[in-house]
């Protein structure tokens, strides 16, 4: 099956800074990558995903790049802020069949940006 | 908006009872999933279903089961609850369709998620 590396586990950055995450994976047909944040208490909520035909992706501060040689996709966010905090999950998809798409989910990073 | 509701938002039960954790999704989603959440261990696929009384295994799904008899509703069964079945419990809904919301992403909306602790 597929496996999901994520680092790292945690980040602390300053406000207005950058924040990477990056993610590897290990079935090499895996053709779609989203990315969720969780708030504390709160429910995982996608904030961008890419497929294996794209790159790179952008959605204003959020960036998400994939290199399908190397097996490894990187989290971009710029000028970040309080409201960034939360943890970040990566995840990797087979098309399992039927139409679904099966999620492995990396370990999560714990971001923290401190005013 | 798409909303998926979970039936208890916390639950506490003893070694071996019988659990049923449900889940309902009302944007007509073809797939449903139910992961547990544990700290450092990320989001663990246990079951997921592409259709009705279709299941398919995920990679956890020793000691737990499912029910999926109407498309809106999937149901984790825990025949006989153990201590190490203490998580946070979360299900999650997607289409098969680029075409229907949201639009053009597969992406997985998630319950509230449930806290069982097994004592």
């Known amino acids: 099956g597929e496996n999901v590396e994520q680092h790292p586990s945690t980040l602390s950055v300053q406000e207005g800074d950058s924040a990477v995450i990056k993610c590897t994976y290990s079935?090499?047909?895996?053709?779609?990558f989203p990315w969720y944040k969780q708030e504390l208490g709160k429910r995982p909520q996608l904030i961008i995903d890419i497929r294996s035909n794209v790159g790179e992706k952008k959605d204003q501060r959020i960036a998400v790049t994939l290199n399908k040689t190397a097996k490894h996709f990187s989290l971009h966010i710029t000028e970040t802020q309080p409201e960034d905090s939360a943890v970040y999950f990566c995840a990797a998809s087979l098309y399992s069949g039927a139409g679904s798409y099966q999620l492995t989910f990396g370990k999560g990073t714990k971001l923290s940006v401190i005013p | 908006d798409v909303k998926v509701t979970q039936s208890s938002r916390y639950l506490v039960k003893r070694t071996g009872e019988k659990v049923f954790l449900e889940c309902v999704q009302d944007?007509?989603?073809?797939?449903m999933f139910w992961y547990r959440q544990d700290p450092g261990l990320g989001l663990r696929l246990i079951y997921f279903?592409?259709?009705?009384?279709?299941?398919e295994k995920g990679d956890i799904p020793e000691g737990y089961s499912v029910s999926r008899e109407k498309k809106e509703r999937f149901s984790l069964i825990l025949e006989s609850a153990s201590t190490n079945q203490t998580s946070m419990y979360l299900c999650a809904s997607s289409s098969n369709y680029l075409d229907r919301p949201p639009l053009g992403s597969y992406e997985q909306y998630f319950g509230p998620g449930t806290r069982l602790t097994v004592t």
């Open positions: 944007m007509d989603h073809e797939n």
């Open positions: 279903s592409y259709d009705v009384k279709m299941k």
């Open positions: 079935d090499s047909a895996s053709n779609y």
